[in-house]
């Protein structure tokens, strides 16, 4: 299961960092924006370093406030995740929780 954790980060992290791109020439042009709900669901959904990467190579959104501030937290959660993965911990982890959910159904 865990094996397809890198291919969902990549996935997520295309389309937020498209997703960033599209919102700063919408921006520039003065037409119709993404939302900032929609911006931030594809950070939580592991597209942060995306969504950071945009921000700093398009200057996009990079004083915005409270957008910046949950930029950070998703960037955090998702190193945490990525270290937890890459050590080994996420698995067990995983399907201790799959376990406790199916036993209590």
């Not at 080994?88 to 406790?100: C, D, H, K, R």
Request: charged share 15%; hydrophobic share 55%; glycine share 10%.
């Amino acid at each position: 299961m865990t094996e397809y954790i890198p291919y969902g980060f990549g996935a997520a992290n295309g389309i937020a960092f498209g997703l960033m791109v599209i919102d700063k020439r919408r921006a520039e042009a003065g037409i119709h924006r993404i939302p900032e709900s929609t911006l931030l669901l594809w950070a939580f959904l592991g597209g942060t370093f995306g969504t950071v990467l945009a921000a700093c190579l398009v200057r996009h959104k990079t004083r915005k406030q409270p957008f910046v501030t949950w930029m950070l937290i998703w960037l955090w959660f998702d190193i945490i995740l990525l270290l937890l993965w890459g050590l080994g911990i996420l698995e067990p982890l995983l399907a201790s929780a799959l376990a406790g959910i199916a036993s209590a159904a």
